[in-house]
């Protein structure tokens, strides 16, 4: 840009594709003043918040600075700790270079004065946001008893509105709280900070009037949410408290993209393009459209996709199963919990059927974590299709469609940019579960043996690595399963949702779901009261120790 005026730049700026917002500001900025395109950038860069303090959908407390705060738009707005020397803040001289150094900078930092100007400029933008109440507070001395003078903006905002003083005198610092542990003499709050304690932080249980609202029909999931924490389930189809949602593109939504895609296209390999725009048209057009971050991730999802397709019809070409059906729904009784879901693929084989879900990351079936409630909804789903069709489970498997990063090639030069070799690498892409077969292994030997867990040995029976188990110990474990989710179901109907994630003793991550929690922000955990559940990641072995010892 070869502008040299504040007036020039901002005319050539306002050519851009911009919103009202930024258009607004660029107009103000009509002086014939001298400024270099770089120290224009710098100036943008300070008065512009780098941080947009986003509108919550439901009424909530942000906490912020002035600086953040800009963007928003409160209701009611408290501004504490009007104190000289905090508000406005001190801004400091001390620095490698003077004051009169940076005068002599073609681009510069903003000078002392500058600087104080804008704290004072962020101050007045805040105020102008259109309130309901605003509440102005200050300190008279600090927790060491000395006193500290109230802001000299103070004396401005009495001049601007027409201010109520509260009769508030709470004399903190002579009260010694951290020598009472924390406690105002004769105060109720006593009160509750004792039931805090008893009750460990906890919610109460819910009142039998509103526990329809939590759920009677289950799905699969939901199960699995109450049995990870029960307060997270209450907050979350509860109260139906939900994350905010923008235009960012979710992991949820490539998933879905991805599953259409295997739906349609493994009958059709040639049209995944087509078939994959079809369906951003219905559903992500807009975000799509909105931003290039998107529309990268989309594209190179379609890319991956058209090399999963390839894989899984290559799979099913050396496979004896056929399949039958796709996106097929599924409900009935588990136990006496009425659940349904969708399974992405049902395969078939004489008397044996397998099902298959397609997962846009790693997943795998660990038989310990599912006696314990913990990803068993393919396991749920298989027991109903069972007693549907009246046909014995062959497989319970996991297909991922992350893109493979294949690096051990005999060159060591393979790259995701390099052509792919669908007959060398057909071994990354097995699948993960478990195929339930007898000693005759008839399933195992009618599946394509690249695609699922399972290593033969030469002489053509499993090795100690397979996962393989046997009709008998599937029974085990689905009774184990519909016992734990019965006495979990009834826990959840009775209105019992305590403060209590669980945490396995091997700290797997996927058990432990506080990790990225959406309610963090309003939950009451606290680590001197509140306890996880522990999930043991050898459950099945201690059951079998336990009935060992019972027997003696």
């Known amino acids: 840009m070869q502008a040299q005026t504040f007036h020039d730049i901002s005319h050539e700026l306002l050519q851009l594709d911009l919103n009202n917002d930024y258009k607004d500001l660029l107009m103000q900025f009509d002086s014939d003043d001298p400024i270099t395109p770089y120290e224009f950038f710098y100036f943008l860069v300070h008065i512009l918040s780098s941080h947009q303090a986003s509108e919550p959908i439901h009424d909530a407390i942000i906490v912020t600075d ?15 700790g009007l104190n000289e020397g905090s508000v406005p ?34 101050i007045i933008r805040t105020l102008h946001n259109p309130l309901r109440s605003l509440t102005l507070s200050y300190s008279n001395a600090d927790m060491d008893g000395k006193e500290v003078m109230k802001s000299t903006l103070m004396t401005r905002f009495e001049d601007l509105y027409e201010l109520i003083e509260p009769s508030i005198n709470m004399m903190i610092h002579h009260e010694q709280l951290y020598l009472r542990g924390s406690r105002l003499p004769d105060h109720p709050i006593n009160e509750a900070i004792d039931d805090y304690i008893a009750s460990k932080n906890n919610a109460k249980i819910i009142d039998e009037v509103y526990r329809d609202r939590l759920g009677k029909g289950m799905s699969v ?43 349609k296209c493994l009958d059709d390999p040639e049209h995944v393009h087509e078939h994959a725009f079809d369906y951003i048209h219905d559903h992500l057009e807009k975000k799509y459209q909105a931003n290039m971050i998107n529309k990268f991730f989309i594209d190179h999802l379609i890319e991956d996709m058209k090399v999963n ?25 588990f136990g006496d919990i009425p659940v349904g879901g969708i399974i992405d693929r049902v395969d078939c084989f004489e008397h044996y059927m397998r099902i298959i879900d397609y997962k846009s990351g790693d997943k795998d079936l660990n038989l310990d974590f599912a006696a314990q409630g913990f990803n068993i909804q393919m396991l749920v789903y298989l027991d109903l299709l069972k007693k549907e069709t009246k046909l014995d489970p062959g497989a319970i498997l996991y297909y991922s469609m992350k893109r493979r990063i294949l690096t051990h090639a005999i060159d060591k030069k393979y790259t995701l940019h390099s052509a792919f070799d669908l007959d060398k690498y057909h071994a990354q892409f097995t699948m993960k579960g478990y195929v339930i077969d007898d000693e005759k292994y008839t399933v195992t030997n009618a599946c394509d043996i690249a695609s699922i867990p399972v290593n033969l040995k030469k002489d053509g029976t499993p090795d100690k690595h397979s996962h393989i188990i046997s009709q008998e110990k599937l029974d085990f474990i689905m009774k184990l399963i519909t016992d734990y989710i019965t006495e979990l179901y009834e826990k959840l109907r009775a209105g019992n949702i305590p403060i209590l994630p669980t945490k396995s003793d091997n700290n797997n991550p996927s058990i432990y779901p506080c990790t990225f929690c959406d309610y963090k922000s309003v939950c009451l955990f606290d680590v001197f009261y509140n306890e996880n559940r522990l999930i043991k990641s050898k459950y099945l072995s201690t059951l079998k120790e336990e009935e060992a010892n019972e027997q003696l």
């Open 89 to 122: 803040e001190i801004i400091s001289d001390e620095g490698i270079l003077l004051e009169e150094d940076f005068n002599h900078m073609t681009v510069r930092p903003l000078s002392l004065i500058e600087r104080q100007g804008l704290i004072y400029m962020q």
């Open 221 to 263: 999931s939901r199960m699995e949410t109450y049995n990870k924490c029960p307060f997270q389930y209450y907050l979350k189809y509860g109260l139906r408290i939900y994350p905010r949602i923008d235009d960012s593109l979710k992991p949820t939504e490539l998933g879905s993209l991805a599953h259409y895609i295997m739906e």
């Open 309 to 333: 397709v390839r894989v899984v019809r290559n799979q099913l070409d050396h496979d004896s199963f056929t399949v039958t059906g796709y996106e097929q729904p599924i409900q009935g009784l």
């Open 66 to 80: 002035f600086k953040h705060a800009l963007s928003a738009s409160p209701k009611h707005l408290y501004i504490l």
